[in-house]
């Protein structure tokens, strides 16, 4: 089995900082693409921002220029850093990553539990 902790969530003012978490723990071979996905109430998840093996990365238009996603390969962890933030960006954001659990595997995807940001204005 594989899990995926975030952390790093909490309460901030507008145009505060924060910076994510999330380790990936278990049976791992291999992660592909690990992404950063949020939900705030009454709205459906949507990405956030996505980084692959190749380091390469995608962001929502509403976060470009301001939140940066990165990653470390040998602690299976991911990170998002966050900065200018805005009310609009709070929600519970999660986790994903697609995972190879042996060799002969094919790649799954797992979601983490969430963690809570708000931004209060």
């Known amino acids: 089995q594989v899990q995926l902790v975030e952390s790093g969530g909490d309460l901030v003012q507008a145009g505060g900082s924060l910076r994510l978490s999330c380790a990936a723990s278990?049976?791992?071979?291999?992660?592909?693409?690990m992404g950063w996905y949020r939900q705030a109430p009454g709205k459906q998840r949507e990405l956030v921002a996505r980084?692959?093996?190749?380091?390469?990365?995608n962001y929502a238009d509403s976060v470009k220029g301001r939140f940066t996603v990165s990653r470390d390969t040998a602690k299976n962890t991911m990170y998002l850093q966050m900065d200018s933030l805005k009310p609009e960006d709070t929600a519970i954001y999660y986790c994903?990553?697609?995972?190879?659990?042996?060799?002969?595997?094919?790649?799954?995807?797992?979601w983490g539990q969430g963690t809570q940001v708000t931004v209060s204005s």
């Open positions: 980084i692959s093996n190749g380091d390469s990365t």
């Open positions: 994903y990553a697609e995972v190879k659990t042996s060799i002969m595997s094919l790649l799954r995807g797992y």
């Open positions: 278990g049976s791992i071979f291999s992660i592909n693409v």
